[in-house]
T-cell receptor, first 114, second 115 residues
Framework: GALVYQYPRRTICKSGTSMRMECQAVGFQATSVAWYRQSPQKTFELIALSTVNSAIKYEQNFTQEKFPISHPNLSFSSMTVLNAYLEDRGLYLC??????????FGKGTRLTVV | GDSVTQTEGQVTVSESKSLIINCTYSATSIGYPNLFWYVRYPGEGLQLLLKVITAGQKGSSRGFEATYNKEATSFHLQKASVQESDSAVYYCALRVTGNTGKLIFGLGTTLQVQP
């Protein structure tokens, strides 16, 4: 079956520091990977969509300078939250696409900023 | 812009009773939306519950069903008889066709089924 692993599941970082989260697709080739964030009391917002061999497309309000993403192959992606502050806390979800419209989600990385 | 509005907060239903979680959408981008219901069980990731890509059609899975009503711009989730194992957070979502992969989610509705 198709599975998506995310790690770490939970992390705490000090304000102003950075943290990296990873996403691994197992059992299928992830042609695209989407990173979402769910802030407290909000819904999931798309940060960026990364397609292998194409430019990463960031949504409005999210930038590569703040959320650099690496997508080196069809099974792995990572995203870093640089210079994290309180407003960056939340649940970060990775969605790996097997085809353009079929996406599998990981369990998420919960980021706490102290 | 494109948006999804669903029943807010928590819904509590007794086991074997019926359920409806409302969802309406706004899709101002070019194209017709595909509509989805996702579910997140405690400790798990988002899972696709059902999807409908054509207006007027009904999707169903695990006893849940939802009809894509283009006139009312609605996609309400219903189940005739809920079970305790249905307790989870349910998200209505849309994807505008022509937009590669991007999903727009509602705020989520927490379903608590009481035994």
């Amino acid at each position: 079956g198709a599975l998506v692993y995310q790690y770490p599941r939970r992390t705490i970082c000090k304000s102003g520091t950075s943290m990296r989260m990873e996403c691994q697709a197992v059992g299928f080739q992830a042609t695209s990977v989407a990173w979402y964030r769910q802030s407290p009391q909000k819904t999931f917002e798309l940060i960026a969509l990364s397609t292998v061999n194409s430019a990463i497309k960031y949504e409005q309000n999210f930038t590569q300078e703040k959320f650099p993403i690496s997508h080196p192959n069809l099974s792995f992606s990572s995203m870093t939250v640089l210079n994290a502050y309180l407003e960056d806390r939340g649940l970060y979800l990775c969605g790996a696409y097997r085809v353009r419209t079929e996406v599998f989600f990981g369990k998420g990385t919960r980021l706490t900023v102290v | 812009g494109d948006s999804v509005t669903q029943t807010e907060g928590q819904v509590t239903v007794s086991e074997s009773k019926s359920l409806i979680i409302n969802c309406t959408y706004s899709a101002t981008s070019i194209g017709y939306p595909n509509l989805f219901w996702y579910v997140r069980y405690p400790g798990e990731g988002l899972q696709l519950l059902l999807k409908v890509i054509t207006a007027g059609q009904k999707g169903s899975s695990r006893g849940f069903e939802a009809t894509y009503n283009k006139e009312a711009t609605s996609f309400h989730l219903q189940k005739a008889s809920v079970q305790e194992s249905d307790s989870a957070v349910y998200y209505c979502a849309l994807r505008v066709t022509g937009n590669t992969g991007k999903l727009i989610f509602g705020l989520g509705t927490t379903l608590q089924v009481q035994p």
